[in-house]
């Protein structure tokens, strides 16, 4: 029979352990931002395979498919087998089964996960998409748990560019992925859904045509002078007047006849 000293110990346990598990069920799913970003960020990163072959940058080569899908459909938890087919659309579906089922509770588990805002919850979505959503805690990620668990954030940058190895080698993928998740973790999503700046619309400048000037008809100089050739007659009929009206004029021609080139000859 147990005494009383036992039944309070077992009843705080049991009360301990409805708390977590209320805890547990209360946390919040990754921000809608943070899955539709991750999805098209994976689906960037993992390239797609319409046919499923062996993953050779993983230890054991496990079969994978669609985009980065690997060991079973997380749909039916069917192994994938090698030479199965899959569309993109497909693809997707799984991986976003995949974030919802596999990785989302394990992510909610992580101390302070509600805090944290869009870009911190992409970079452990990628994450653990790439080594698996039981990193947390897990032998070898011993860095990262403490780094999340005493909420060191702005040692997580860092810490990301440990995890670099796949099959004990350093692939240049990786290493670029832990630079971008710990862009995403330190700056946060990327605005990708602002549009730039209209600039003012300028008028449109409209083409001047050059307008026709009207010349105004010029009339005949007072002065005329001599050209080779001309006559005290010709000259006379150019400006509508008689010989008499220009020697008039020209009081100093006493030859109607002789008129040279470079004479200066009044016509008013």
Same mark, same amino acid.
Do not use: C
């Given at each position: ?21 209320t ?34 940058d ?78 947390y ?7 990262? /748990?403490?780094?999340?668990?005493? @909420?060191?954030? =702005?040692?997580?940058p860092?810490?990301? %560019?440990? !995890?670099q *190895? +796949? ?11 832990r630079?971008?998740e710990g ?36 009339e005949? /100089?007072?002065?005329?002078?001599? @050209?080779?050739? =001309?006559?005290l007659?010709?000259?006379? %009929?150019? !400006?509508? *007047? +008689? ?22 000859i009044?016509?008013?």
């Amino acid at each position: 029979m147990k005494s009383f000293k036992q039944f309070l110990e077992e009843s705080r346990k049991a009360m301990l352990a409805a708390l977590a598990l209320t805890s547990a069920a209360m946390a919040a799913p990754p921000k809608p931002e943070a899955t539709d970003y991750i999805v098209d960020y994976m689906k960037q990163k993992e390239g797609f395979r319409p046919v499923a072959e062996p993953d050779k940058d993983a230890k054991g080569n496990p079969p994978v498919v669609g985009y980065g899908t690997t060991h079973v459909y997380p749909d039916t938890k069917k192994p994938i087998k090698v030479g199965e087919k899959i569309t993109p659309e497909k693809a997707e579906e799984l991986m976003r089964v995949s974030i919802e089922k596999d990785i989302t509770p394990k992510m909610e588990k992580i101390p302070n996960w509600d805090e944290m805002d869009p870009g911190k919850q992409a970079a452990l979505l990628s994450f653990g998409y790439n080594f698996g959503p039981n990193f947390y805690g897990a032998k070898g990620f011993e860095t990262i /748990t403490k780094n999340l668990k005493n @909420k060191e954030w =702005d040692q997580v940058p860092e810490t990301l %560019k440990m !995890y670099q *190895k +796949s099959g004990g080698k350093v692939l240049r993928g990786l290493v670029k992925r832990r630079e971008e998740e710990g862009k995403l973790w330190s700056s946060g999503l990327p605005n990708t859904n602002a549009k730039p700046a209209q600039q003012p619309t300028q008028p449109k400048p409209v083409e001047q045509k050059p307008q026709q000037q009207t010349q105004p008809k010029q009339e005949p /100089t007072s002065d005329y002078e001599v @050209k080779s050739g =001309d006559s005290l007659s010709k000259i006379a %009929k150019q !400006y509508n *007047k +008689s010989v008499d009206d220009i020697i008039k004029l020209n009081p100093d021609i006493k030859n109607p006849d002789r008129i040279k080139p470079g004479q200066k000859i009044k016509t008013k």
